[in-house]
């Protein structure tokens, strides 16, 4: 009796511990973004998984700013967002811990006098955090 007992125990930590934990989940990159402003890619966005970062990129003097914002895809929450208002040629990265697995996008958009410009703005692929 004691070794059917013995058994049982080392049988549910074996489960609890081996095969009770849930697997990490790898993050996952969303594509590179470009805003959508008539053939010129004035600016782009992308959330890269390791350390959660939103990389926003100016590539045109055409004195806009560029904003980029990690959205929840299910909720459409922006969780971080960051806007470059250094110039043409540079990018800027900002991160935020977020919850492993979290799926999310990005959108990018083309800013002016503090304004979102809609009708630049692009949302990119799906990836996870």
Known sequence: MFKLRVAAVASVAMLAVGYGSAPAL????????????????????????NGDRLDVCDLDADGYSVYAGVVHNRTGITLFSDVNTVGDGTCIGTSKNLV??????????LFRNGRQVTSTCRNSTRGYA
């Open 26 to 49: 790898a993050g996952v990159d969303t594509n590179l973004v470009y805003t959508n402003n008539l053939e010129r890619r004035a600016g782009a966005g992308q959330f890269i998984a």
């Open 100 to 109: 492993e697995g979290t799926e999310v996008f990005v959108k990018v958009c």
